[in-house]
């Protein structure tokens, strides 16, 4: 079986134990994770051969990172090297009457100045089948975004099936200039593109035509639906499979 | 009795339980510190009133650095706020055959992008009688080193005392121009001195004269000593005492 | 803005972690806390200028009790020293078909041998516009109680706000003779009365009149909750506002 | 073979886990012993039959500390119940350039309120052949003192041997008068003494004589130790063995 | 009051802290217990004197299992010694999506090598009045089947009451053959036979007569439960109670 | 760089945290390791690439151990699973006055019901260039020595290095007969050979002819060293070095 690839961080998450608060607390819990190290770690697990792609610094703690993901079977012979630091965040797991809180510290991360030809993507993608990237890579930087796009066009020249979790998020992009035309690109290039309406219209503003949420029936939301994804399918017409959890249930539209 | 003000940066230190290593540890030991605001710590334990100045992010990590000032008794009216992080090291406590290791990720914190200008030290000094600065701070960036400029410049105006440690810490120096010259200027508004013949020697090209460390008596060794001194009271006529560790015993010179 | 002063009494709380039992316990959490600390603590969240008045022993804990004050921002520059202990409670979180459990060990703390002249309310009510004090006090001892009505008394003559939450305790009462009369006198000086139908039934045996819980609507149980103001309002004619939750909705009259 | 019984009082002990501060433990290691409790669970490691005699509260805490006695296979059959707490210390473990530090909060304990006829002696005694007690427990309370006393008296007129460290405790003592007194009275009723010089000239005055510690050879400190012998059995001559450590040597005298 | 006596297997349960996965731990929580030294706890605090019988491997565990007995005041001077280990589990507790994992490795364990003689059952009875064991100690080998037979042969012989709670276990049944035989042979001794449905058909393939659980009324349940009953009393003549929880309700029957 | 190849057994090890006592502790450290796996991940920290060969049962604990060896970037592609269960031992740290005690729960494990044939050797050597194994792995169990001699022949035969650690442990020992024969066959494969004497007198029954130890200069000790080497290389004439640790120093004769 030839190997899926993912692109992504992994960040050091750093938690009060248990209920503690920041203030309260003398031990953080760590944990070394990213949207897309989940998903090979994942794959691992159901013995899927996968190689996970990154980049890391030269530090105790990116080799931190990169032990965790060889101890759970994940592909790391492709991750490359440099930078100065990783990406952090910090999080506080709320109570009853308390949310959680996150402080993110993962400007000038490794991955962050990641650039457009320091991955070499044709070798890595020599035993690959599948490459799999999500919309929180180039909302990190505009860098991690070139160097997306360059993976995904290189995956599609050289036949690899392209998807994307769409992955919105809000506070990342605001980062990183000219949002949607970033994402139009890199996801034309996705043979299956995985999103919720709230993605379709951040990332496109694609919003479902004559949806009244609170109001109207079932038969009304599934009209929504299929407004969105026709015009996800319009304006993405290499899918041939675009998965959509609209209002909480999960749809498929097949492009057949 | 009248204030004594130290300036600095707190910085969060992360380090694996006991002798565990980073790639052991799946929780880190919490501290918040910094050789000028431990300073204030030990000062306020004896009941001297004291400021710290500092720049720390408004985050609820900064808000944990002042909550450990304010918890010492250590006062945090003239903290000022803005920037993005606060600065992190992780530390790993070593064991029999293995020494500690320590990673920096203090690159872009609150304190090493304070300006001068944004601390107002006429304000702050009001109450005051004695500023305290050490190596460290001017070491941070340019910024701290011209706020730290900015400050004695002040303090002397105002007619407090002014005391340094000298502090050398080569990590960190490097990424600052102009080393010597900042720190020439900086000691020459002290009237108090602290540093070994390490910090005399790397800070300001003094060197013992005439001293051969292993082959010669104590005798010699004060010779060599007293050549340091002398040449650090050339240097900075205005320091009325100057405190120096040569080779692990602690004289004093005072310019009487 | 004026200050706010709370007085009450701060408590050392030891608890097996997690679900522990107390004999399975090798380590106890610690916390520093109780009713009127809490109450000064959630005010300097918001930024409410708050002093605390308690009385701690000179010792280690107490020094413990004093820092998480300072840490939370609250002001503790009217707390008095003197007496042999702090007080504590062991607390057994309860589980599945568990109660929770609690021991007391709270008697002879500095606080409960506090006597009315040790605090000097003048000062401590000179920048002061409130005073607010809770049910649990008075009932700590008599001193305790004799030092809360010098309190009130001086509060009064001074202009200050005096609130109070009636916060009945049935443990802690036993201790100390004449409750009702105690609480009554204390708050005949409050012009904000906090509490419930049982606070009002056992410090001042008021109870609704005319209700039966299970079997009545809600229009007979306005009618309760207005007897239990109006008796309450007949007792307190210096209250301007009786705040009462009945039966878990909670109500407010104001004597206009 | 016959139950060795000893007598004493068992505390809680909390401690900051490691080389922490209390100011900076969110949580306290819990151990429960004692000095008369721990030679109990020594012999029992050793298989000698021990019954330890108490006074324990009727709570949690007295439960768990009676739970580590039947752990370790010491006796608790005629540990009596009543009182209100168990008496705690507080204990800071010193690093490097820091000693330790012990907070007592024994005061009021349920051992420090005993009083003779509480404990069945001629039960006790019954099955048993020796009674080993320390002077920490007549320290605690004159109330310990006279039960320790109507227990060594028993224990005589029942034939057991009675042993006894002297184990003088300055900061205990205070709180008791007529201490030289207490303590000749009930060693006066020992075959066996166990005690260095500090005991004996803290508890009852008896000095080496002609002795100066830094100049003198060891012939004269072995003439210095005779004389604390020679005055301690003059002093007691019931007893049988005196067993003295001075200097940091051990020595024994048999009263033959 | 005469004792109860209770006969089974303590394990060593070892789990990874709170939600961890044992891929993730670095620490496990340590427990001593069984079903049949549970029930001896539960009994010992509610003062019922009781005595609980295994076999321990003469090492440190061992040791810590009996220790654990001792501690809640489970009499343990019938205990025996021998063998090489104690059995363990391994217990990861599951989270929302995560079921809870269990790892044997109570192979070989000291209990599972007793054989019928090891045991003085004579001796251990002679002041018990109760002996009640579980359809586990019988699972975990030929040879505890045949100590338990052995006890409960002698039991009988010496009128104590014999009680048995069935207890089916699945995954430990299948090390020893002739299931059905042992557990009838054991079961015809038991004057109070505690378990449900399933016990009842596992162990003696006895089913309800006439039950279809989803369609049908209670009075048809209680036919079925009544059915269950009949079949139990008529295979199980000796037995006086017997107390059955089917599909949920608690039920018993007795053999007037 | 072709590979080289430990072969061995990957004990659990579980310990009371810090110096705990078994008794005392409601935790264990957990840590998977064994001497050949550990010299495995030391050459991985060099970047020499290793493969370990061991046999693991196929459940979580199995998995654990296996994801140590991968996180530590060791090779795993030869491991075989099954048998029963992880190898464990408990280990109490000692203290001052108190030593460290190991609680061995090894039997039967997965490893130790190794045989000859389960390891495909010729496959595992087709890209190594060394093989190195210890006296541990053959005293696990005649199935284990005799997988050893297996690999042992079959390196030979393939032109790989072989070295040996002698490594001599009494406890083990004691479960295989035949220790001296098995443990001459598996040495007399070796190209190099490391051991003390003791490993020379309790493996071969070679002894220091004409050495005493406590009164004889350092020139006898060398005359004793070059006895044991001597008698070394005259048994194992294939060995090219023979690295023997002699009282404390560390010495080499090379078999030129």
Redesign the interface.
Same mark, same amino acid.
């Given at each position: 079986m030839k190997k899926v690839v993912t692109f992504g961080e992994i960040l050091l998450r750093?938690s009060p134990?248990?209920y503690q608060r920041?203030?309260?607390?003398?031990?953080?819990?760590?944990?070394y994770g990213g949207g897309e190290s989940n998903v090979a770690v994942s794959l691992a697990n159901y013995n899927v051969p996968v190689e996970f792609v990154t980049r890391l610094p030269e %530090?105790? $703690?990116g080799?931190?990172a990169l032990?965790?993901m060889?101890?759970?079977?994940v592909g790391t012979n492709h991750i490359i090297y440099g930078g %100065?630091? $990783?990406g952090?965040y910090?999080l506080?797991t709320g109570a009853v009457n308390r949310g959680s809180?996150v402080?993110y510290?993962r400007?000038?991360s490794a991955m962050s100045e990641i650039e457009p030809g320091m991955v070499d993507w044709k070798t890595v993608f020599q035993e690959a089948q599948w490459f799999h990237w999500t919309g929180i890579t180039p909302a990190i930087s505009q860098g991690a975004a070139a160097a997306c796009l360059e993976a995904v066009k290189i995956a599609n020249a050289m036949g690899l099936t392209v998807s994307t979790d769409l992955n919105y998020r809000a506070k990342l992009w605001k980062h990183v200039g000219d949002h949607e035309e970033i994402m139009t690109e890199l996801t034309s290039y996705c043979d299956i593109i995985l999103g919720n309406e709230e993605d379709a219209e951040k990332h496109f503003e694609i919003q479902p035509e004559g949806l009244d949420v609170t109001t109207q029936g079932e038969a009304v939301k599934a009209d929504a639906f299929l407004s969105v994804c026709e015009q996800m399918q319009a304006k993405f017409p290499r899918a041939q499979k675009i998965i959509t959890t609209l209002l909480g249930s999960i749809s498929a539209s097949h492009n057949s």
């Open positions: 750093l134990p248990g920041f203030s309260q607390a003398n031990q953080f819990d760590v944990v %530090n105790d $703690l080799a931190c032990m965790e060889r101890k759970r079977a %100065n630091r $990783l952090i910090f506080e809180k402080v510290d400007a000038n």
